[in-house]
């Protein structure tokens, strides 16, 4: 059997490195290349000693355990030990992940014969099955994993991050009272231009029980200055403005759009808005409840945004 010890080593020094820099990019730690290659050669020379007879005693779980020590100190450095265990425990994790997922693809690709023909029962009557990766699919494997793995964990990430700003919010507009998620955008900066009154956006689909259906037709096609230009000339959209329970609370609020054109917005004057976030209970009823024709979110993860001004004090 020959064994080519270089290539051995160069495919575990590539494969130690992609996992030292995701482990990096995971814990958001700046990439010293060096030390980076250092931590990767350590990794591949640990087991290049597998082919040497006199270094067999190495191969236990005390010495394993130090080598990735070894290598989790060289490639981050030591900054405080929880700083390092929590290093640690990602590298292992996404060692794990890379391990299950190269073993998965390996069984997805395999016929019913590779796999019959792989098994074998051991003399204590055991059941055992023979793993054969070639070096070009572990490769591929194992960047695709990666890529995933990575895709993943920032979407789970981002998903987090965004959670902290997401708040309850329950608004009452006479005996009708609405409960929703709405998001906290710092960005949202949409006034009532008479009255200086924040704006804060919401789904009108919320409110279609309420709302007359011909006007929220005309939410969602973004021709909301069309409901009052229309008044006293059709007769059916007066009829429905006199049926509208909350036709004392209307005003249109200008934006600018997309296209940096000036638009409209239809908003309603509430009794009152209560936003619960992080422990804190802030109620105003200085505020304009504006009616937005399509989905904020979506995953539906939230159905409002809130104005930041509605958070102070």
């Given at each position: 059997?020959?064994?080519?010890?270089?290539?051995?080593?160069?495919?575990?020094?590539?494969?130690?490195?992609?996992?030292?820099?995701?482990?990096?990019?995971?814990?958001?730690?700046?990439?010293?290349?060096?030390?980076?290659?250092?931590?990767?050669?350590?990794?591949?020379?640990?087991?290049?000693?597998?082919?040497?007879?006199?270094?067999?005693?190495?191969?236990?779980?005390?010495?394993?355990?130090?080598?990735?020590?070894?290598?989790?100190?060289?490639?981050?450095?030591?900054?405080?030990?929880?700083?390092?265990?929590?290093?640690?425990?990602?590298?292992?994790?996404?060692?794990?992940v890379a391990a299950g997922g190269i073993l998965a693809i390996h069984y997805f690709w395999q016929s019913s014969n590779e796999v019959w023909n792989g098994i074998a029962i051991s003399q204590s009557g055991g059941i055992t099955h023979e793993l054969r990766f070639g070096l070009i699919f572990i490769?591929?494997?194992?960047?695709?994993?990666?890529?995933?793995y990575k895709h993943v964990f920032q979407s789970a990430k981002q998903r987090e991050e965004l959670t902290s700003f997401f708040a309850n919010v329950q608004i009452d507009i006479g005996m009708v009272r609405l409960s929703c998620i709405g998001l906290i955008d710092t960005g949202n900066q949409l006034y009532d231009?008479?009255?200086?009154?924040?704006?804060?956006?919401?789904?009108?689909?919320?409110?279609?029980?309420?709302?007359?259906?011909?006007?929220?037709?005309?939410?969602?096609?973004?021709?909301?200055?069309?409901?009052?230009?229309?008044?006293?000339?059709?007769?059916?959209?007066?009829?429905?403005?006199?049926?509208?329970?909350?036709?004392?609370r209307l005003r249109l609020v200008p934006y600018r759009g997309i296209n940096k054109a000036t638009q409209f917005m239809l908003a309603i004057k509430p009794d009152r808005v209560t936003i619960s976030h992080q422990n804190r209970c802030m109620e105003s009823h200085k505020v304009w409840i504006g009616l937005d024709g399509g989905k904020l979110s979506s995953d539906n993860s939230y159905q409002a945004i809130i104005h930041p001004k509605l958070l102070q004090p």
């Open positions: 059997m020959i064994v080519y010890v270089d290539l051995i080593f160069l495919v575990n020094f590539l494969i130690d490195g992609l996992l030292l820099y995701m482990t990096a990019r995971t814990r958001k730690i700046p990439v010293v290349w060096w030390r980076l290659l250092i931590g990767s050669g350590i990794g591949a020379i640990y087991v290049v000693f597998m082919f040497i007879p006199a270094l067999s005693f190495l191969f236990t779980f005390i010495v394993k355990l130090c080598f990735a020590l070894i290598m989790i100190a060289i490639s981050f450095g030591i900054v405080s030990l929880q700083h390092f265990l929590r290093n640690m425990g990602i590298f292992y994790l996404i060692n794990f490769s591929l494997a194992l960047v695709t994993v990666i890529w995933f231009p008479l009255t200086r009154t924040p704006v804060m956006i919401i789904e009108a689909s919320q409110y279609e029980a309420y709302v007359p259906k011909a006007w929220m037709q005309k939410i969602r096609d973004s021709q909301v200055d069309q409901i009052l230009a229309g008044m006293g000339q059709d007769h059916e959209q007066d009829h429905e403005m006199e049926s509208f329970i909350w036709q004392d």
